[in-house]
Protein backbone atom coordinates (compact mmCIF):
# COMPACT_ATOMS: atom_id res chain seq x y z
CA UNK A 1 0.00 0.00 0.00
CA UNK A 2 1.39 2.93 -1.26
CA UNK A 3 1.41 6.77 0.58
CA UNK A 4 2.21 8.13 3.74
CA UNK A 5 1.97 7.86 7.72
CA UNK A 6 2.79 9.86 10.31
CA UNK A 7 5.50 8.25 12.96
CA UNK A 8 5.96 10.20 16.48
CA UNK A 9 9.47 10.13 17.72
CA UNK A 10 10.99 11.75 20.63
CA UNK A 11 14.34 13.43 20.48
CA UNK A 12 15.62 15.54 23.45
CA UNK A 13 12.24 16.29 25.54
CA UNK A 14 11.01 17.60 21.77
CA UNK A 15 8.34 16.09 20.15
CA UNK A 16 9.09 15.63 16.10
CA UNK A 17 7.36 14.23 13.21
CA UNK A 18 9.14 12.61 10.46
CA UNK A 19 7.31 11.91 7.18
CA UNK A 20 7.93 8.20 6.09
CA UNK A 21 7.14 6.50 2.83
CA UNK A 22 5.95 2.87 2.70
CA UNK A 23 9.25 2.69 0.08
CA UNK A 24 11.66 3.75 3.05
CA UNK A 25 12.25 6.44 5.97
CA UNK A 26 13.04 9.95 4.48
CA UNK A 27 12.55 12.37 7.12
CA UNK A 28 11.72 16.09 5.97
CA UNK A 29 13.94 19.11 6.27
CA UNK A 30 14.58 20.22 9.70
CA UNK A 31 13.24 23.26 10.87
CA UNK A 32 16.40 24.65 11.30
CA UNK A 33 16.25 25.13 7.78
CA UNK A 34 15.34 28.24 7.02
CA UNK A 35 14.41 27.77 3.33
CA UNK A 36 11.70 25.29 4.54
CA UNK A 37 9.85 27.97 6.64
CA UNK A 38 10.35 30.54 3.95
CA UNK A 39 7.42 28.53 2.04
CA UNK A 40 4.90 30.33 4.14
CA UNK A 41 6.03 33.51 2.29
CA UNK A 42 4.38 34.53 -1.38
CA UNK A 43 6.80 33.10 -4.02
CA UNK A 44 7.05 36.24 -5.34
CA UNK A 45 8.15 37.93 -2.22
CA UNK A 46 10.50 35.19 -1.08
CA UNK A 47 12.07 35.64 -4.28
CA UNK A 48 12.24 39.19 -3.90
CA UNK A 49 13.68 39.00 -0.14
CA UNK A 50 16.64 41.50 0.79
CA UNK A 51 18.73 38.56 1.93
CA UNK A 52 21.99 40.95 1.38
CA UNK A 53 20.27 44.16 3.68
CA UNK A 54 18.14 41.76 6.37
CA UNK A 55 19.98 40.49 9.61
CA UNK A 56 21.07 37.15 8.62
CA UNK A 57 18.74 34.98 8.73
CA UNK A 58 20.83 31.73 10.01
CA UNK A 59 21.18 34.12 12.98
CA UNK A 60 16.94 34.99 13.76
CA UNK A 61 16.18 32.72 16.97
CA UNK A 62 14.44 29.80 15.74
CA UNK A 63 11.86 27.99 17.77
CA UNK A 64 10.27 24.06 17.76
CA UNK A 65 7.71 23.22 19.57
CA UNK A 66 5.32 20.29 20.13
CA UNK A 67 2.35 21.62 21.98
CA UNK A 68 -0.37 19.41 23.54
CA UNK A 69 -3.86 20.81 24.28
CA UNK A 70 -6.10 19.83 27.10
CA UNK A 71 -8.99 17.87 26.79
CA UNK A 72 -10.93 20.97 28.43
CA UNK A 73 -8.95 23.50 26.38
CA UNK A 74 -7.98 24.94 29.82
CA UNK A 75 -4.40 24.15 30.07
CA UNK A 76 -1.46 22.36 27.88
CA UNK A 77 1.69 21.23 28.04
CA UNK A 78 4.46 22.47 25.78
CA UNK A 79 8.23 20.97 24.99
CA UNK A 80 10.39 23.52 23.22
CA UNK A 81 13.16 23.96 21.69
CA UNK A 82 15.27 26.80 21.34
CA UNK A 83 18.15 27.65 18.90
CA UNK A 84 19.93 31.15 19.67
CA UNK A 85 22.61 32.36 17.84
CA UNK A 86 25.21 35.24 19.19
CA UNK A 87 25.55 38.22 17.06
CA UNK A 88 26.93 41.17 19.24
CA UNK A 89 30.11 40.38 18.04
CA UNK A 90 31.40 39.75 21.68
CA UNK A 91 30.77 36.80 24.00
CA UNK A 92 27.86 37.15 26.10
CA UNK A 93 27.64 35.33 29.53
CA UNK A 94 24.36 34.24 29.18
CA UNK A 95 20.94 33.91 27.48
CA UNK A 96 17.51 35.31 28.90
CA UNK A 97 14.18 33.98 27.84
CA UNK A 98 11.17 36.06 28.40
CA UNK A 99 7.51 34.26 29.20
CA UNK A 100 5.45 37.05 28.56
CA UNK A 101 2.09 35.86 29.59
CA UNK A 102 3.72 35.53 33.22
CA UNK A 103 4.37 39.33 33.60
CA UNK A 104 0.44 40.24 33.44
CA UNK A 105 -0.90 37.29 35.58
CA UNK A 106 -0.60 36.72 39.27
CA UNK A 107 -0.15 33.78 39.85
CA UNK A 108 1.84 33.34 36.85
CA UNK A 109 0.21 30.88 34.28
CA UNK A 110 2.88 29.10 32.57
CA UNK A 111 5.69 27.07 34.52
CA UNK A 112 8.86 25.97 33.39
CA UNK A 113 11.00 23.11 34.20
CA UNK A 114 13.86 20.61 32.38
CA UNK A 115 15.74 23.06 31.01
CA UNK A 116 19.07 21.71 28.95
CA UNK A 117 21.43 23.10 26.61
CA UNK A 118 22.36 19.90 24.66
CA UNK A 119 25.92 19.11 25.03
CA UNK A 120 26.67 22.17 26.95
CA UNK A 121 26.76 22.42 30.84
CA UNK A 122 24.27 25.31 31.79
CA UNK A 123 22.10 26.75 34.87
CA UNK A 124 18.55 27.87 34.28
CA UNK A 125 16.91 29.91 37.11
CA UNK A 126 13.83 32.11 37.26
CA UNK A 127 14.65 36.01 37.02
CA UNK A 128 11.46 37.56 38.04
CA UNK A 129 8.20 35.97 37.56
CA UNK A 130 8.41 36.65 32.97
CA UNK A 131 12.21 35.80 32.61
CA UNK A 132 14.31 33.00 32.50
CA UNK A 133 18.23 33.33 32.89
CA UNK A 134 20.01 30.44 31.26
CA UNK A 135 24.01 30.70 32.07
CA UNK A 136 25.96 28.14 29.81
CA UNK A 137 29.62 27.09 30.94
CA UNK A 138 31.91 29.51 29.00
CA UNK A 139 29.30 31.76 27.61
CA UNK A 140 28.29 32.18 24.38
CA UNK A 141 31.12 33.41 21.70
CA UNK A 142 30.37 35.85 18.93
CA UNK A 143 28.63 33.89 15.95
CA UNK A 144 28.19 30.81 18.09
CA UNK A 145 24.64 29.31 19.24
CA UNK A 146 23.42 27.70 21.80
CA UNK A 147 20.54 25.33 21.80
CA UNK A 148 18.30 25.22 24.93
CA UNK A 149 15.02 22.50 25.28
CA UNK A 150 12.47 23.03 28.50
CA UNK A 151 9.02 21.38 29.32
CA UNK A 152 6.20 24.02 29.95
CA UNK A 153 3.06 23.29 31.59
CA UNK A 154 -0.04 25.55 31.77
CA UNK A 155 -3.33 27.16 33.13
CA UNK A 156 -5.27 29.39 30.94
CA UNK A 157 -6.74 31.62 32.76
CA UNK A 158 -10.60 31.38 32.61
CA UNK A 159 -12.85 34.81 31.56
CA UNK A 160 -16.31 33.73 31.95
CA UNK A 161 -18.43 33.93 28.70
CA UNK A 162 -20.29 37.21 30.37
CA UNK A 163 -17.79 38.96 31.09
CA UNK A 164 -16.74 39.22 27.43
CA UNK A 165 -19.79 41.07 26.24
CA UNK A 166 -20.01 44.70 24.85
CA UNK A 167 -21.78 45.80 28.55
CA UNK A 168 -19.26 43.97 30.51
CA UNK A 169 -16.36 45.76 28.73
CA UNK A 170 -17.70 48.75 28.42
CA UNK A 171 -18.22 48.98 32.18
CA UNK A 172 -14.65 48.03 32.59
CA UNK A 173 -13.05 50.71 30.82
CA UNK A 174 -15.38 52.94 33.15
CA UNK A 175 -14.04 51.15 35.99
CA UNK A 176 -10.48 51.76 34.66
CA UNK A 177 -11.18 55.54 34.85
CA UNK A 178 -12.73 55.62 38.07
CA UNK A 179 -9.23 53.68 39.33
CA UNK A 180 -7.01 56.13 37.32
CA UNK A 181 -6.25 53.50 34.48
CA UNK A 182 -3.84 51.45 36.61
CA UNK A 183 -2.98 47.69 37.04
CA UNK A 184 -1.50 45.06 35.23
CA UNK A 185 -2.95 45.05 31.52
CA UNK A 186 -4.02 41.65 29.87
CA UNK A 187 -5.62 41.61 26.80
CA UNK A 188 -7.07 37.90 27.32
CA UNK A 189 -4.13 36.79 24.90
CA UNK A 190 -3.51 34.01 26.32
CA UNK A 191 -6.59 32.30 28.07
CA UNK A 192 -10.05 30.65 27.57
CA UNK A 193 -13.03 32.02 27.74
CA UNK A 194 -16.79 30.93 25.63
CA UNK A 195 -15.19 27.77 24.21
CA UNK A 196 -12.18 29.26 22.55
CA UNK A 197 -8.34 29.02 23.75
CA UNK A 198 -6.16 31.57 22.95
CA UNK A 199 -2.61 30.46 23.10
CA UNK A 200 -0.72 34.06 22.76
CA UNK A 201 2.67 34.49 24.71
CA UNK A 202 2.38 30.50 25.23
CA UNK A 203 5.79 29.86 25.34
CA UNK A 204 9.77 31.21 25.91
CA UNK A 205 11.08 33.47 23.43
CA UNK A 206 14.68 35.25 23.54
CA UNK A 207 14.19 38.31 25.45
CA UNK A 208 14.53 41.91 23.29
CA UNK A 209 18.01 43.73 24.28
CA UNK A 210 18.66 47.12 24.80
CA UNK A 211 22.18 49.07 25.27
CA UNK A 212 22.33 47.01 28.33
CA UNK A 213 22.01 43.57 27.70
CA UNK A 214 18.82 41.33 27.95
CA UNK A 215 15.44 43.11 29.08
CA UNK A 216 14.16 40.75 32.15
CA UNK A 217 11.18 42.88 32.93
CA UNK A 218 8.99 46.22 32.15
CA UNK A 219 8.58 48.69 34.15
CA UNK A 220 4.53 49.21 32.93
CA UNK A 221 2.55 46.41 31.04
CA UNK A 222 0.90 48.97 28.81
CA UNK A 223 1.12 48.58 25.41
CA UNK A 224 2.48 44.97 23.47
CA UNK A 225 5.08 43.18 24.87
CA UNK A 226 7.22 41.06 22.79
CA UNK A 227 10.26 40.69 21.29
CA UNK A 228 9.93 42.86 18.24
CA UNK A 229 12.44 40.45 16.47
CA UNK A 230 12.19 38.38 13.41
CA UNK A 231 12.40 34.40 13.70
CA UNK A 232 10.99 31.10 12.71
CA UNK A 233 8.64 28.66 14.20
CA UNK A 234 7.97 25.22 13.61
CA UNK A 235 5.38 23.68 15.76
CA UNK A 236 3.34 20.73 15.73
CA UNK A 237 -0.08 20.77 17.90
CA UNK A 238 -2.11 17.94 19.59
CA UNK A 239 -5.47 18.66 20.39
CA UNK A 240 -8.99 16.73 21.31
CA UNK A 241 -10.67 15.26 17.78
CA UNK A 242 -13.21 18.07 16.69
CA UNK A 243 -11.33 21.12 17.53
CA UNK A 244 -10.40 23.26 15.21
CA UNK A 245 -7.10 25.47 15.13
CA UNK A 246 -5.96 28.81 13.25
CA UNK A 247 -2.27 29.49 13.90
CA UNK A 248 0.50 31.93 12.69
CA UNK A 249 1.76 30.57 9.35
CA UNK A 250 0.68 27.74 7.50
CA UNK A 251 -1.64 25.03 9.17
CA UNK A 252 -1.94 21.23 7.87
CA UNK A 253 -4.05 19.12 9.65
CA UNK A 254 -2.03 15.49 9.61
CA UNK A 255 -4.88 13.35 10.91
CA UNK A 256 -6.18 11.85 13.93
CA UNK A 257 -4.86 8.83 16.64
CA UNK A 258 -6.75 7.84 19.26
CA UNK A 259 -9.21 10.84 19.64
CA UNK A 260 -6.50 13.15 19.35
CA UNK A 261 -6.05 15.45 16.38
CA UNK A 262 -2.79 16.35 14.61
CA UNK A 263 -1.32 19.56 13.34
CA UNK A 264 1.83 20.87 11.82
CA UNK A 265 2.22 24.72 11.92
CA UNK A 266 5.06 26.54 9.83
CA UNK A 267 5.86 30.34 10.10
CA UNK A 268 8.95 31.74 8.55
CA UNK A 269 9.84 35.40 9.22
CA UNK A 270 7.20 36.26 11.35
CA UNK A 271 7.59 38.75 14.58
CA UNK A 272 5.12 36.63 16.71
CA UNK A 273 2.95 32.85 17.36
CA UNK A 274 -0.04 32.52 18.40
CA UNK A 275 -2.39 29.60 18.61
CA UNK A 276 -6.70 29.61 18.41
CA UNK A 277 -8.18 27.00 19.04
CA UNK A 278 -12.11 25.67 19.88
CA UNK A 279 -14.84 22.89 18.87
CA UNK A 280 -16.55 25.75 17.73
CA UNK A 281 -15.17 27.05 14.94
CA UNK A 282 -15.93 27.00 11.56
CA UNK A 283 -14.49 29.81 9.00
CA UNK A 284 -14.85 31.43 5.84
CA UNK A 285 -12.22 32.56 2.72
CA UNK A 286 -11.73 34.69 0.14
CA UNK A 287 -8.87 35.08 -1.89
CA UNK A 288 -7.32 38.41 -2.57
CA UNK A 289 -4.78 37.84 -5.81
CA UNK A 290 -2.90 34.92 -4.50
CA UNK A 291 -3.66 35.75 -0.77
CA UNK A 292 -5.81 33.13 1.12
CA UNK A 293 -7.52 35.51 3.34
CA UNK A 294 -9.86 33.56 6.12
CA UNK A 295 -12.11 34.46 8.64
CA UNK A 296 -12.70 31.97 11.96
CA UNK A 297 -15.78 32.49 14.23
CA UNK A 298 -17.98 30.26 16.13
CA UNK A 299 -20.67 29.06 14.19
CA UNK A 300 -23.57 30.95 16.31
CA UNK A 301 -21.90 34.48 15.19
CA UNK A 302 -21.69 33.27 11.10
CA UNK A 303 -23.10 36.77 10.15
CA UNK A 304 -20.63 38.74 11.45
CA UNK A 305 -17.73 36.31 10.73
CA UNK A 306 -18.46 36.75 7.02
CA UNK A 307 -18.99 40.47 7.58
CA UNK A 308 -15.75 40.25 8.86
CA UNK A 309 -14.18 38.20 5.92
CA UNK A 310 -15.54 41.19 3.93
CA UNK A 311 -13.94 43.79 5.47
CA UNK A 312 -10.48 42.22 6.08
CA UNK A 313 -10.03 40.98 2.28
CA UNK A 314 -11.29 44.38 1.43
CA UNK A 315 -8.68 46.39 3.41
CA UNK A 316 -5.87 43.79 2.64
CA UNK A 317 -6.62 44.68 -1.47
CA UNK A 318 -6.51 48.96 0.05
CA UNK A 319 -3.28 48.21 1.34
CA UNK A 320 -1.63 46.22 -1.28
CA UNK A 321 -2.53 49.18 -3.28
CA UNK A 322 -1.20 52.08 -0.88
CA UNK A 323 1.29 50.48 1.14
CA UNK A 324 2.88 47.71 -1.14
CA UNK A 325 2.71 43.77 -1.34
CA UNK A 326 1.34 41.87 1.72
CA UNK A 327 4.03 38.92 2.64
CA UNK A 328 2.53 35.93 3.37
CA UNK A 329 0.40 33.39 1.64
CA UNK A 330 -2.81 33.02 4.09
CA UNK A 331 -4.02 36.51 6.56
CA UNK A 332 -6.14 34.61 8.91
CA UNK A 333 -8.88 37.22 11.12
CA UNK A 334 -10.29 34.83 14.28
CA UNK A 335 -12.83 35.85 16.53
CA UNK A 336 -11.34 35.72 20.13
CA UNK A 337 -12.27 36.56 23.75
CA UNK A 338 -10.07 39.88 23.68
CA UNK A 339 -10.78 41.68 27.36
CA UNK A 340 -9.04 44.71 28.99
CA UNK A 341 -10.22 46.99 26.44
CA UNK A 342 -9.10 45.96 23.86
CA UNK A 343 -10.92 45.03 20.00
CA UNK A 344 -8.17 43.46 18.64
CA UNK A 345 -4.72 42.06 19.41
CA UNK A 346 -2.14 41.51 15.88
CA UNK A 347 0.16 39.18 15.60
CA UNK A 348 2.06 38.33 12.48
CA UNK A 349 -0.23 36.79 9.45
CA UNK A 350 -3.09 36.73 11.90
CA UNK A 351 -5.11 39.70 14.06
CA UNK A 352 -7.54 38.53 16.69
CA UNK A 353 -10.99 40.89 16.60
CA UNK A 354 -12.83 40.89 20.00
CA UNK A 355 -16.02 38.53 20.54
CA UNK A 356 -18.45 41.07 21.89
CA UNK A 357 -17.96 43.27 18.61
CA UNK A 358 -19.91 39.86 16.55
CA UNK A 359 -23.07 40.22 18.70
CA UNK A 360 -25.46 42.67 19.72
CA UNK A 361 -26.17 43.60 22.81
CA UNK A 362 -28.86 42.87 25.18
CA UNK A 363 -31.78 44.73 25.22
CA UNK A 364 -33.68 45.63 28.43
CA UNK A 365 -35.15 48.39 30.25
CA UNK A 366 -33.10 49.91 33.13
CA UNK A 367 -30.64 52.93 33.25
CA UNK A 368 -27.70 50.89 31.50
CA UNK A 369 -30.02 49.08 28.86
CA UNK A 370 -31.10 52.63 27.70
CA UNK A 371 -27.48 53.76 28.07
CA UNK A 372 -26.65 50.80 25.60
CA UNK A 373 -29.85 50.21 23.36
CA UNK A 374 -27.88 52.00 20.48
CA UNK A 375 -25.00 49.98 20.46
CA UNK A 376 -25.83 47.11 18.40
CA UNK A 377 -26.14 50.14 15.93
CA UNK A 378 -22.67 50.73 16.41
CA UNK A 379 -20.84 47.42 16.10
CA UNK A 380 -21.18 46.83 12.92
CA UNK A 381 -18.77 50.31 12.11
CA UNK A 382 -17.01 49.26 15.20
CA UNK A 383 -16.25 45.86 14.11
CA UNK A 384 -15.22 47.02 10.41
CA UNK A 385 -12.86 49.57 12.11
CA UNK A 386 -10.81 47.46 14.46
CA UNK A 387 -11.02 44.79 11.52
CA UNK A 388 -9.28 47.29 9.38
CA UNK A 389 -7.51 48.51 11.79
CA UNK A 390 -5.59 44.97 12.74
CA UNK A 391 -5.42 44.01 9.14
CA UNK A 392 -2.76 47.11 8.90
CA UNK A 393 -0.69 45.79 11.86
CA UNK A 394 0.19 43.83 9.01
CA UNK A 395 2.32 45.92 7.57
CA UNK A 396 2.97 48.15 10.99
CA UNK A 397 4.86 46.64 12.39
CA UNK A 398 4.68 42.85 10.87
CA UNK A 399 6.72 43.70 7.27
CA UNK A 400 7.75 46.81 9.05
CA UNK A 401 9.07 46.58 12.42
CA UNK A 402 9.44 48.86 15.33
CA UNK A 403 10.54 48.89 19.21
CA UNK A 404 7.26 48.92 20.50
CA UNK A 405 8.19 49.81 23.52
CA UNK A 406 10.37 52.77 22.90
CA UNK A 407 8.42 54.04 19.81
CA UNK A 408 4.70 52.48 20.23
CA UNK A 409 3.59 55.17 17.56
CA UNK A 410 5.44 53.72 14.86
CA UNK A 411 3.04 50.92 14.56
CA UNK A 412 0.05 51.77 16.45
CA UNK A 413 -1.00 55.51 14.84
CA UNK A 414 -0.19 54.00 11.61
CA UNK A 415 -2.72 51.00 11.67
CA UNK A 416 -5.08 53.86 12.95
CA UNK A 417 -4.63 55.86 10.30
CA UNK A 418 -4.29 53.12 7.80
CA UNK A 419 -8.11 52.16 9.05
CA UNK A 420 -9.01 55.71 8.15
CA UNK A 421 -7.56 54.79 4.64
CA UNK A 422 -9.73 52.03 4.14
CA UNK A 423 -12.40 53.96 5.18
CA UNK A 424 -11.71 56.71 2.23
CA UNK A 425 -10.73 54.12 -0.44
CA UNK A 426 -14.04 52.17 -0.10
CA UNK A 427 -16.59 54.81 1.38
CA UNK A 428 -14.98 57.96 0.50
CA UNK A 429 -13.70 60.87 2.16
CA UNK A 430 -17.40 61.72 4.52
CA UNK A 431 -16.77 58.65 6.33
CA UNK A 432 -13.30 58.46 6.88
CA UNK A 433 -13.90 62.22 8.54
CA UNK A 434 -16.29 60.42 10.67
CA UNK A 435 -14.68 57.94 12.02
CA UNK A 436 -11.37 59.89 12.25
CA UNK A 437 -13.56 61.91 14.72
CA UNK A 438 -15.48 58.98 16.38
CA UNK A 439 -12.35 56.27 16.63
CA UNK A 440 -9.43 58.51 16.81
CA UNK A 441 -9.77 62.14 17.76
CA UNK A 442 -12.36 60.63 20.39
CA UNK A 443 -9.34 59.01 22.31
CA UNK A 444 -7.09 62.39 22.90
CA UNK A 445 -10.74 64.07 24.14
CA UNK A 446 -11.31 61.64 26.37
CA UNK A 447 -8.21 61.98 27.92
CA UNK A 448 -7.92 65.30 28.31
CA UNK A 449 -12.12 65.52 29.25
CA UNK A 450 -10.63 63.11 32.70
CA UNK A 451 -8.13 65.65 33.48
CA UNK A 452 -5.22 64.18 31.97
CA UNK A 453 -2.36 66.76 30.37
CA UNK A 454 -1.33 66.70 26.50
CA UNK A 455 2.26 64.94 26.20
CA UNK A 456 4.63 63.78 23.66
CA UNK A 457 3.50 60.78 21.65
CA UNK A 458 7.16 59.53 20.10
CA UNK A 459 8.23 58.43 24.25
CA UNK A 460 8.62 55.51 25.87
CA UNK A 461 5.70 53.00 26.36
CA UNK A 462 7.08 53.56 30.48
CA UNK A 463 6.59 56.98 30.53
CA UNK A 464 2.52 57.54 29.64
CA UNK A 465 1.71 56.87 33.25
CA UNK A 466 -1.72 55.21 32.53
CA UNK A 467 -3.94 53.70 29.74
CA UNK A 468 -5.98 56.65 28.91
CA UNK A 469 -2.56 58.95 28.42
CA UNK A 470 -1.20 55.84 26.17
CA UNK A 471 -4.56 55.95 24.51
CA UNK A 472 -5.05 59.23 24.19
CA UNK A 473 -1.45 60.20 22.49
CA UNK A 474 -0.73 57.01 21.00
CA UNK A 475 -4.13 55.83 19.45
CA UNK A 476 -5.60 59.52 19.15
CA UNK A 477 -3.59 62.37 18.83
CA UNK A 478 -0.52 60.13 16.74
CA UNK A 479 -2.75 59.05 13.47
CA UNK A 480 -3.57 62.30 12.39
CA UNK A 481 0.09 63.70 12.05
CA UNK A 482 -0.04 61.49 9.01
CA UNK A 483 -3.85 63.45 7.65
CA UNK A 484 -1.65 66.61 8.18
CA UNK A 485 1.59 64.97 6.34
CA UNK A 486 -0.43 64.00 3.67
CA UNK A 487 -2.08 67.17 3.13
CA UNK A 488 1.23 68.98 2.72
CA UNK A 489 2.79 66.58 0.34
CA UNK A 490 0.39 65.65 -1.98
CA UNK A 491 -1.36 62.04 -1.85
CA UNK A 492 0.68 61.09 -5.06
CA UNK A 493 4.32 62.10 -2.99
CA UNK A 494 2.81 61.10 0.32
CA UNK A 495 1.65 57.51 -0.66
CA UNK A 496 4.89 56.74 -2.78
CA UNK A 497 6.61 57.65 0.02
CA UNK A 498 4.72 55.25 1.98
CA UNK A 499 5.47 52.46 -0.46
CA UNK A 500 9.11 53.63 -0.24
CA UNK A 501 9.49 53.51 3.80
CA UNK A 502 7.99 49.98 3.22
CA UNK A 503 10.26 48.79 0.84
CA UNK A 504 13.12 49.92 2.68
CA UNK A 505 12.23 48.45 5.82
CA UNK A 506 10.36 45.59 5.11
CA UNK A 507 11.50 42.51 7.23
CA UNK A 508 13.95 45.08 9.23
CA UNK A 509 13.21 47.47 12.14
CA UNK A 510 12.36 50.85 11.04
CA UNK A 511 12.80 54.10 13.32
CA UNK A 512 11.02 58.05 13.93
CA UNK A 513 14.06 58.86 11.56
CA UNK A 514 13.76 56.61 9.25
CA UNK A 515 10.19 57.34 8.81
CA UNK A 516 10.52 61.39 8.92
CA UNK A 517 13.27 60.39 5.72
CA UNK A 518 10.99 58.38 3.72
CA UNK A 519 8.13 61.14 3.67
CA UNK A 520 10.96 63.81 3.10
CA UNK A 521 12.95 62.18 0.50
CA UNK A 522 13.00 64.75 -2.27
CA UNK A 523 10.07 66.85 -1.33
CA UNK A 524 10.76 70.38 -1.44
CA UNK A 525 8.67 70.18 1.93
CA UNK A 526 10.85 69.05 3.97
CA UNK A 527 11.79 71.69 6.65
CA UNK A 528 8.32 71.83 7.04
CA UNK A 529 7.96 68.08 7.49
CA UNK A 530 10.14 68.41 10.27
CA UNK A 531 8.54 70.93 11.88
CA UNK A 532 5.06 68.99 11.41
CA UNK A 533 6.58 65.81 12.99
CA UNK A 534 8.23 67.83 15.76
CA UNK A 535 4.77 69.58 16.52
CA UNK A 536 3.09 65.96 16.34
CA UNK A 537 4.76 63.80 18.16
CA UNK A 538 7.20 65.49 20.22
CA UNK A 539 5.50 69.02 21.60
CA UNK A 540 1.81 69.31 23.46
CA UNK A 541 -0.55 71.38 20.65
CA UNK A 542 -3.25 68.89 21.45
CA UNK A 543 -5.91 71.00 22.24
CA UNK A 544 -5.17 73.33 19.65
CA UNK A 545 -5.46 70.76 16.96
CA UNK A 546 -7.55 68.37 18.01
CA UNK A 547 -9.81 70.24 20.59
CA UNK A 548 -11.79 68.75 23.58
CA UNK A 549 -14.76 67.37 24.35
CA UNK A 550 -17.72 67.36 27.00
CA UNK A 551 -18.78 64.31 29.24
CA UNK A 552 -22.08 63.35 27.37
CA UNK A 553 -19.51 62.82 24.03
CA UNK A 554 -16.78 60.74 26.05
CA UNK A 555 -19.80 58.36 28.10
CA UNK A 556 -20.95 57.49 24.19
CA UNK A 557 -17.23 56.60 22.88
CA UNK A 558 -16.56 54.88 26.25
CA UNK A 559 -20.28 52.76 25.91
CA UNK A 560 -19.71 52.44 22.05
CA UNK A 561 -16.12 50.82 22.93
CA UNK A 562 -13.85 53.55 22.01
CA UNK A 563 -12.12 55.72 24.44
CA UNK A 564 -11.75 54.19 27.44
CA UNK A 565 -8.77 52.13 28.12
CA UNK A 566 -5.77 51.30 27.08
CA UNK A 567 -6.62 49.51 24.25
CA UNK A 568 -9.71 51.91 23.09
CA UNK A 569 -7.55 52.30 19.80
CA UNK A 570 -6.80 48.55 19.32
CA UNK A 571 -9.38 49.44 16.95
CA UNK A 572 -12.61 50.00 18.89
CA UNK A 573 -14.98 53.15 18.31
CA UNK A 574 -17.96 55.26 19.43
CA UNK A 575 -21.00 56.73 19.23
CA UNK A 576 -24.28 58.05 20.51
CA UNK A 577 -26.95 55.30 21.33
CA UNK A 578 -29.50 56.09 18.92
CA UNK A 579 -32.59 58.05 20.74
CA UNK A 580 -30.87 58.19 23.85
CA UNK A 581 -28.72 61.52 25.04
CA UNK A 582 -26.40 60.71 27.58
CA UNK A 583 -26.37 63.83 28.89
CA UNK A 584 -29.92 63.82 29.57
CA UNK A 585 -29.63 59.96 30.75
CA UNK A 586 -26.97 61.26 32.89
CA UNK A 587 -29.43 64.19 34.59
CA UNK A 588 -31.89 61.60 35.11
CA UNK A 589 -29.71 59.18 37.37
CA UNK A 590 -31.57 58.67 40.91
CA UNK A 591 -29.48 56.79 43.58
CA UNK A 592 -30.88 53.26 42.65
CA UNK A 593 -29.68 54.08 39.33
CA UNK A 594 -26.05 54.80 40.67
CA UNK A 595 -25.96 51.88 42.62
CA UNK A 596 -26.76 49.58 40.14
CA UNK A 597 -24.11 50.89 38.38
CA UNK A 598 -21.86 50.60 40.88
CA UNK A 599 -22.42 46.57 41.93
CA UNK A 600 -22.12 46.47 37.99
CA UNK A 601 -18.99 48.16 37.87
CA UNK A 602 -17.68 45.95 40.54
CA UNK A 603 -19.06 42.56 39.18
CA UNK A 604 -17.38 43.13 35.50
CA UNK A 605 -13.82 43.08 37.01
CA UNK A 606 -12.17 40.07 35.73
CA UNK A 607 -9.57 39.02 39.38
CA UNK A 608 -10.33 42.52 40.86
CA UNK A 609 -8.38 44.20 37.46
CA UNK A 610 -9.85 46.55 35.00
Given at each position: ?161 ERTSMLSQSLAGLAAM ?433
Amino acid sequence: MSGRSKALVTRGGVALFLAVWSAGAEPVAPFTDPEVLLDTLRPSVKAALPRTEMPEMAHLPRYELAITLDKSLQAYSLDERVLFTNDTGSRIPELVLRLFANATRSPPPIAFDHVTCGMVACSAKPDGPSAIRIVPAGGIAPDGSLEVDLHLDAKLPVTPAERTSMLSQSLAGLAAMTSGGRGPTDYGILGFSDGIAALGHCFAVVARRDRHGFVRAERSTLGDLGTDELSFVHAQVRAPVGVNIAATGVVVRDGAVDGVAHYTVNAGLVRDFTVLASSRFTSAAANVGDVVVRSHFLERDRGSGERVLDFAARALAVFENRFGPYPYKNLDVVEAPVIGGAGGVEFSGLVTVAGMFYRPAPAGGGFLDQLMAGVGQLQGPILEFTTAHEVAHQYFHGLVGSDSREHAFLDESLAQYGALVYDEDRYGKERAAEDADRHVRMNYRAMRLLGKPDGAVDQPVDAFGDPIRYAGLVYGKGPLFFEKARALLGDAAFFEAMKRYVRRYRFRMATPAGLRSELALGSPHAAELEKLARRWFNQTHGDDDLGKSDLGALLAGVLGGGAGGAGAARGSGGGVPSGADPKDLLDNLDGQSVGQLLRMLEGAMPDGQP
